[in-house]
């Protein structure tokens, strides 16, 4: 299957700074990429929807302001936290869809811990 | 509104029997239906889809599900299950008409198989 990366798996951000997620598509083009958080023993919860070329469409309550969307090219979104504090602190997964079909592939995701 | 409900927070098993997660779902128009599988501090995996077609699909790992119209259900089996298969299981919808992209997920069901 398509292979979805993101990097990197884990970061540790003191409190006010920013911190950078990158998901590349290994082996096919993305026009569109998905950001999820996951919180732990919970399901995904849809942040925004990552558009090649264009701005990302956000889900409601999610600050746009705060959680950066860059999708600049077909194989590469980023996600960028910024000022980030202790309660930004979770899983943060990214996920594109296969062109050719109709599969939705996950990256491996990225921990994010703000002290 | 498209939904997706998983019944079960936890499905015990003893290896070697088999094993049933149970999903149903609701949504405007014809499914697209998935699986995936997470194990502890990693991605999702993409298990098997629904599309169009036969309504049992057969996927990775041994896996198989079954769509049911008429129940708007579509439940993972296996006829054998391994202690490996222990992990964090999430059904997914997605709309075939509408909705753009989004899946929805499923709360999950922690599957435990044990010897």
């Known amino acids: 299957g398509a292979v979805v990366s993101q990097h990197p798996s884990r970061v540790i951000c003191k409190s006010g700074t920013s911190v950078k997620i990158e998901c590349r598509s290994l082996?096919?083009?993305?026009?569109?990429m998905f950001w999820y958080r996951q919180f732990p023993k919970q399901s995904l919860m849809l942040m925004a929807t990552s558009n090649e070329g264009s701005k990302a469409t956000y889900e409601q309550g999610v600050e746009k302001d705060k959680f950066l969307i860059n999708h600049a090219s077909l194989t590469l979104s980023t996600l960028t936290v910024t000022s980030a504090h202790p309660e930004d602190s979770s899983f943060y997964i990214c996920?594109?869809?296969?062109?050719?079909?109709?599969?939705?592939?996950f990256g491996e995701g990225s921990w994010l811990t703000v002290v | 509104a498209q939904s997706v409900a998983q019944p079960e927070d936890q499905v015990n098993v003893a290896e070697g029997n088999p094993l049933t997660v149970k999903c149903t779902y609701s949504?405007?128009?014809?499914?697209?239906l998935f699986w995936y599988v997470q194990y502890p501090n990693r991605g999702l995996q993409f298990l098997l889809k629904y599309i169009t077609g036969d309504n049992l699909v057969k996927g990775s790992y041994g896996f198989e599900a079954e769509f049911n119209k008429s129940q708007t259900s579509f439940h993972l089996k296996k006829p054998s299950a391994l202690v490996s298969d222990s992990a964090l299981y999430f059904c997914?919808?997605?709309?075939?008409?509408?909705?753009?992209?989004?899946?929805?997920f499923g709360t999950g069901t922690q599957l435990k198989v044990e010897l």
């Open positions: 996920s594109a869809r296969d062109p050719g079909g109709h599969t939705i592939y």
């Open positions: 997914a919808v997605r709309a075939f008409t509408g909705g753009g992209n989004k899946l929805t």
């Open positions: 082996d096919f083009q993305a026009t569109t």
């Open positions: 949504v405007s128009g014809n499914p697209y």
